[in-house]
């Protein structure tokens, strides 16, 4: 290349250099150095094959693809904070759900018990069996679907990810009960249901990202 | 290489640039600078990716696992030490196809409307 072309080169890459800051932290940290390794080869080609003349096209090409891809790595971004705020409120909610689902459950054992039924045979003491009989199972197994439903990010959600969601909270919370069996605290319980609830739904929130966002 | 999760069709329609950069990769790994000419020379010049446009698309792809950071390089000697080779993963090979059959399909509908001329 020639030396006038060295020269014009360097002041515009030093242009895009600045440019570059405008972008996200994270993206001019992976990226930046690569984009200007592209920029770089780029306009020596230009300049190689048309001389000053390719500089105004260059400039304009590069300004317009500055100004789109700048907005959306900054859109880009704002979506992963609302996943992120999303993943942060998503204990609380599994909290309440919880809390609902638990007096929900009661509620149906109650009537259950109250209409003659016999709930299950006597478990044994402490035991979560103890405190939520196979009626609330049922009743808090379909409210946990509704849950899911209603917090699903698409609404197309299959019956086979609801019965592994609601197969991974029993699971859990069966697992947690042999494990606990003599210590069982409703903290406790709370736990195994909310690793059930994040394990299922997790997955959901993340699939629906990535395919928002390719 | 590692088994994707995602249904090559949950990722359709793609964007035009998405599409040429997979189409790009379908021949092997490319640099940025490689990826941005085969664009260019795929669709006549229709489609100029800038660096700000392709990292982005590139950066998503890698999110999305359809395509991957390759460790080898070519020719270290001669290539410059930012660049980075790209290639597809077996899910970005799924998308690809799906979204060209799709392609296919479209223009055989367009083809049947008489809004392009029938082939030779």
């Known amino acids: ?214 | 290489m590692a088994h994707s999760p995602l249904r090559a069709d949950e990722l359709l329609p793609l964007t035009p640039p998405v599409f040429h950069i997979l189409l790009a990769l379908s021949d092997g790994e490319r640099h940025g600078y490689a990826i941005m000419q085969a664009v260019a020379d795929d669709t006549g010049g229709a489609l100029a990716l800038g660096p700000g446009t392709l990292y982005g698309c590139i950066k998503r792809m890698l999110a999305a696992r359809l395509i991957e950071e390759s460790d080898e390089r070519p020719d270290p000697a001669l290539d410059d030490e930012r660049r980075r080779y790209y290639r597809l993963t077996a899910l970005g090979d799924r998308v690809v196809r799906a979204e060209a059959k799709r392609l296919s399909t479209a223009v055989s509908a367009a083809r049947a409307r008489r809004l392009l001329p029938k082939r030779a």
């Open chain 1, 1 to 214: 290349m020639r030396r006038r072309h060295e020269r014009t080169l360097r002041v515009l890459i030093r242009g895009y250099r600045l440019l570059l800051r405008a972008y996200p932290r994270e993206f001019r940290a992976r990226f930046g150095g690569e984009m200007i390794a592209t920029f770089r080869t780029s306009a020596c080609k230009r300049l190689e094959a048309r001389g000053v003349l390719a500089i105004p096209g260059l400039i304009l090409h590069n300004t317009r693809d500055w100004c789109l891809s700048v907005a959306k790595e900054h859109s880009d971004m704002t979506r992963a904070f609302r996943l992120a705020r999303w993943v942060a409120t998503l204990p609380l909610a599994m909290l309440a759900s919880y809390a609902v689902l638990r007096l929900v459950g009661l509620a149906v054992s109650s009537v259950v018990a109250a209409a003659g039924f016999r709930t299950l045979s006597t478990p044994p003491a402490r035991a979560i069996m103890t405190m939520f009989p196979v009626s609330g199972m049922f009743a808090m197994s379909a409210a946990f679907v509704g849950t899911a439903l209603i917090v699903a990010p698409d609404r197309k959600a299959s019956v086979a990810r609801i019965a592994l969601a609601v197969v991974g909270t029993f699971g859990l919370v069966f697992i947690g009960d042999g494990l606990l069996y003599f210590a069982i605290d409703p903290a406790l319980w709370g736990l195994c249901v909310l690793a059930g609830g994040a394990a299922a739904y997790l997955p959901w929130r993340f699939r629906s990202f990535r395919r928002a966002t390719v």
